[in-house]
């Protein structure tokens, strides 16, 4: 089997956002910079890929909300800033941002190199 190294980022990395440009750069410069070592390293057995999650129900994700109508309203977008809403009409929950970094990291992965996958419900429109 080879030996898988897997990123997380965020759909930042495909997605700008107004008043999200250190944190959108960071995470496109983060997907750059997996892909480069993946075909730095593919010749030596190591398959490196990244997991791009969108708006997930964690700790982080739930600081930002501030009022009872919070989690909806992400879910329906924001046109000014340029947000798409989430087609999948949810949030992430954590494990199911897992479920797809344990698939890279398994056997069942092993003709997958140098890929982003999204988990976004659909938020980027594959973008």
């Known amino acids: ?5 897997v990123t997380i980022a965020s759909n930042s990395a495909h997605a700008p956002r107004i008043g999200m440009s250190a944190y959108s750069a960071s995470k496109a410069a983060l997907r750059s910079l997996c892909l480069t070592v993946g075909l730095e390293m ?6 490196c890929n990244i997991v791009l999650p969108g708006s997930t129900d964690t700790e982080m994700q739930r600081s930002l909300w501030h009022t009872s109508t919070a989690e909806q309203e992400m879910i329906d977008g924001f046109p ?9 009409h949810k949030i992430a929950k954590p494990q199911e941002i897992a479920h797809n970094v344990l698939f890279l990291a ?9 890929q ?4 976004d419900g659909g938020a980027t429109l594959g973008a």
């Open 1 to 5: 089997m080879p030996a898988p190294i």
């Open 42 to 47: 593919v010749p030596f057995g190591v398959h």
């Open 80 to 88: 000014k800033q340029y947000k798409l809403g989430i087609p999948l």
């Open 106 to 114: 398994s056997d069942l992965a092993r003709h997958v190199v140098m």
């Open 116 to 119: 982003d996958i999204v988990v």
